[in-house]
Structure formats: structure tokens, C-alpha cells
């Protein structure tokens, strides 16, 4: 990503593979490349949202949009984003202080990788002292947050709404097509994703849906903390940096039965430690191990707060409520007893 203009080229850089579409004055018709979170890791299984059939259909929506410019440039505005916080990724104080190199000058080690201008623009943000958004957390949420699930094959055909979620509620149903969100034509998955991104939250997205040929539009009620219902912490490398740089420790929420052998409340929390400093981060801060937290202990009290919460919202609130230096009380229990112990958040 070295040199890589960041005002036009913004994306889901946890991505294996991405595709823009653009005009040769730079206006961007669409984006094409996702990925769902799935499992423990939100990079296996990272080919389930692509297909060469749903690039085809969205390259031929590009051309579509080619056709029909320069008459279309302002529905296709939205698509650029606001502007960065830097041009380049090699500007990024972290990048200086790690000197990295172009790939060309040192084989490719040690150069700029995509997935790195969002760990840089995180660490940005939390090294200014600058409360950390949600949206630089649960980046790029895929729709089935909201309810409804989109084929890979088409451009961006509705082939599930679940029962009592936001897109039900707005009248959404199997079989539509998504024409438009937000003004912006509509070629793929990445293309909503980047609608959503972009979402104020509390708010709403406006969607132009083709309904057997038939246009209507309906309005996306985006609450407040929408996206949270996704996890940051399965994400390829934001996940690796919160845990190893803020806990030093990797979490999961306990399960119903756990819970209660600890005899502890359904709603209650129970993050259960699932190692302490993994390998891919041991070079980073190991703040658990040096306050004496151990796999397969259980976290049930933070601040004195006790309902469960998942690793994402245990990071989050490292990161978004304590500055560096503060601290933070934790419970945990060990062989059936309670402890308490202070975390340096650094």
C-alpha cells in the first residue's frame, strides 16, 4: 500500500483480494471484494461472499454506469469518502517509527500490507488520545447485520430477510433487488458494505429495491450500537493488535453451561481466558500475563460491571473509555474461587 492515494482508494483492507471500478478522472463506480466474519477467525472461509459469476454481473453494471457518465456523476459522488486523516499510509507516525520500506527496495518484507492502514489508522487514534469510534472498530458491516443476506452471484440480490430485524421491518423481502442505497447505484456486496460504513449511526439508509421490475424504495432504521452485533476481534489483524497491544489476552464468552457450574446468571459475565499473549503477538504488550491472568480463567466483573459482554466489547471498552496509563479492576474466577487483579491499560 505504499504511495496508494487513500482519499480514493478507502476499502475493507482485511480483505484478500479487492477490485474499484473507476473513470479515468477517478469517480468510483463500485467496489468489489467482502468478507463475513465466520467462526473464530473472520478470515477462514474468506471466499464464501465472492464468485467470478457476481464479479462478471458487477463489472457489467460498471460498464452500465461508463455508459451513462458524465449525466450519473452526482448519484456516484457518495462513493469517495471523506477525506484522511493522511494521503499516503507511509505517513501514518507508526509507519515512520516502524520504517518500512517499498516492497521493491527489500523483497517485500517489511513493506506496507493492506490490512496494516487500518491497524495504523486505529493506532493512530488511540496513540492522539481521540475517543475511538465504533466505525474504526466493527468496520465494513456485511447486511446480514441488519437482516438481510445477499447472493455472491448477482450483483446484489436479497436472497434471505430474517424474521424482526431492521430490513423486515422496513419491508425487504427474498428476491429483491438493491438497486440503490443512500442515492449510490448499487453493483455488489462491497458496495453496500460501503453504504453501511459510511451510515451515521443513530440514523437511516434510504434503499431503491427493483421488485420484479417494479421500483419502491424503503428506509433501514440503523439504531444506536447497531454495529456491535459483528466482532472486531475475529478480524484478520485489528483483532491481533487490541488483544496483544490492550488485554494481552485472547477471550470468549463462556457458554450457558459453563455459566452455571460457576453459578453465575444466564445474562451474566463470563469471558473465559483462551490464551494469554498468543505467539503471533508475543512481541507486543503482555499486560495479563504480568498481572498473573491464566488460560481458563474466567472473567466475571469489570469495573464493577457484571453483565456479559462479548471480546469485541471487552476490548472496546479498554479502548474507547481508558486512556493510556489508566487502569481497570477485574474479577476472574479460578478453580471454582474469586480474585480481583488491575489491569495497566497501556
Not at 479515468?24 to 463500485?30: F, L
Not at 459475565?269 to 503477538?281: M, Y
Not at 507486543?284 to 469485541?312: C, F, H, P, W, Y
Request: proline letters at 5%.
Amino acid at each position: 500500500m505504499w504511495g496508494v492515494d487513500l482519499s480514493i482508494f478507502q476499502f475493507h483492507s482485511q480483505l484478500t483480494w479487492a477490485c474499484f471500478f473507476l473513470n479515468a478522472d477517478k469517480t468510483i463506480y463500485g467496489r468489489y471484494g467482502s468478507r463475513g466474519a465466520t467462526g473464530t477467525s473472520g478470515f477462514k472461509g474468506n471466499d464464501k461472499e465472492v464468485s467470478i459469476e457476481g464479479l462478471k454481473k458487477a463489472l457489467q453494471g460498471a460498464l452500465e454506469l461508463h455508459a451513462e457518465f458524465p449525466k450519473n456523476k452526482a448519484s456516484l459522488a457518495g462513493k469517495t469518502g471523506p477525506a484522511p486523516a493522511v494521503r499516503t499510509a507511509e505517513s501514518y507516525p507508526v509507519a515512520e517509527r516502524k520504517n518500512l520500506k517499498r516492497a521493491e527496495e527489500n523483497q517485500g518484507k517489511g513493506c506496507i500490507h493492506c490490512h496494516q492502514v487500518q491497524d495504523f489508522d486505529f493506532q493512530a487514534a488511540r496513540g492522539s488520545g481521540q475517543a475511538v469510534p465504533d466505525r474504526l472498530l466493527w468496520t465494513y458491516p456485511m447486511p446480514d447485520l441488519l437482516g438481510f443476506s445477499l447472493d455472491p452471484a448477482e450483483r446484489a440480490s436479497v436472497t434471505a430477510v430474517k424474521a424482526g430485524s431492521p430490513a423486515a421491518k422496513a419491508g425487504m423481502k427474498q428476491g429483491d433487488k438493491v438497486a440503490a442505497m443512500d442515492g449510490q447505484p448499487i453493483l455488489s456486496t462491497a458496495d453496500v458494505q460501503w453504504v453501511l460504513h459510511q451510515a451515521k449511526e443513530p440514523g437511516s439508509v434510504k434503499v431503491q429495491l427493483d421488485r420484479g421490475g417494479q421500483k419502491s424504495e424503503v428506509t433501514l432504521a440503523l439504531a444506536a450500537g447497531w454495529r456491535r452485533g459483528m466482532s472486531f476481534s475475529d478480524n484478520l489483524s485489528l483483532g491481533w493488535v487490541t488483544r496483544g497491544n490492550v488485554a494481552g489476552m485472547r477471550t470468549q464468552e463462556a457458554p450457558p453451561d459453563e455459566k452455571q457450574k460457576l453459578g453465575l446468571a444466564a445474562g451474566g459475565l463470563a469471558l473465559k481466558i483462551l490464551e494469554i499473549t498468543p505467539d503471533f503477538v508475543k512481541e507486543r504488550n503482555q499486560s495479563a500475563k504480568k498481572i498473573g491472568l491464566q488460560k481458563g480463567d474466567v472473567i466475571v466483573e469489570v469495573d464493577g460491571m457484571k453483565s456479559a459482554m462479548t471480546e469485541s466489547e471487552f476490548l472496546a471498552y479498554l479502548i474507547q473509555k481508558k486512556k493510556a496509563g489508566m487502569k481497570a479492576d477485574l474479577t476472574y474466577v479460578r478453580g471454582g474461587k474469586p480474585a480481583k487483579v488491575v489491569l495497566d491499560v497501556p
